[in-house]
């Protein structure tokens, strides 16, 4: 059956992959599962119908059959599930993949994000310069740490898997903020992740929804 993912109408990123139906997109690309999309306006992202899905009103959402997940990262880890080829069969192994999903999601992203959109919505206040500041010193120590750990390895711990898939969209938001070149190493990281032909297929299909929505 085909899985259905929801995506923004007009993606507020402008086609650069950062929206995170870009993460769900990427996985069902790695693993060859074909799907569908359903684009919603931001006031379709409000109404009853989306909310029963995601109450929170955001994207995406994932159906497949009588399933319907919210959640990028539980959707990815579903996918990671049910299909090969982005967690290890080693028990061990698998355990520590879905660590480092878990490290992207709730160690690596939140001040990453933070930053983000501190600097499209607080960038004429007083404050910003300071939060700016307090945002990125963690940011650059989660960064060494990451660093010291991935070391001259490709992958976070062997082949690569739904733990880098993750960590690569998130660490992607640090493109042109100077942060990420300051360790080579993850700078080369992310360019390995977005080299891949499923990264690519995920990119071009994202992209593409913006420029036809800005072509309307």
Do not use: C
């Given at each position: ?119 499209i919505l607080e ?8 939060r700016l500041q ?46 990420l070149e300051e ?34």
């Amino acid at each position: 059956m085909t899985a259905i993912i929801t995506a923004f109408e007009r993606s507020p990123d402008r086609g650069r992959g950062l929206a995170r139906d870009m993460r769900v997109r990427w996985a069902l690309e790695e693993v060859g599962q074909l799907y569908e999309v359903r684009f919603l306006s931001f006031r379709a992202m409000r109404e009853p119908l989306h909310l029963s899905l995601q109450p929170f009103g955001q994207i995406p959402t994932f159906e497949e059959g009588d399933l319907a997940l919210f959640e990028s990262g539980a959707i990815v880890l579903h996918i990671a599930e049910r299909h090969g080829g982005l967690l290890p069969g080693d028990a061990n192994a698998r355990s520590r993949a879905i660590a480092w999903m878990f490290a992207a999601l709730n160690t690596m992203e939140p001040q990453i994000f933070d930053r983000s959109l501190a600097t499209i919505l607080e960038r004429d206040q007083p404050w910003y310069e300071q939060r700016l500041q307090a945002l990125e010193s963690i940011i650059r120590k989660r960064l060494g740490d990451l660093s010291r750990r991935l070391g001259e390895a490709d992958w976070l711990d062997g082949a690569f898997s739904a733990g880098d898939l993750l960590m690569v969209t998130v660490l992607r938001r640090l493109h042109g903020s100077g942060l990420l070149e300051e360790h080579p190493n993850l700078a080369a990281y992310v360019a390995r992740g977005e080299a891949r032909p499923a990264y690519r297929r995920a990119f071009a299909a994202q992209l593409a929804v913006f420029a036809a929505a800005s072509a309307g």
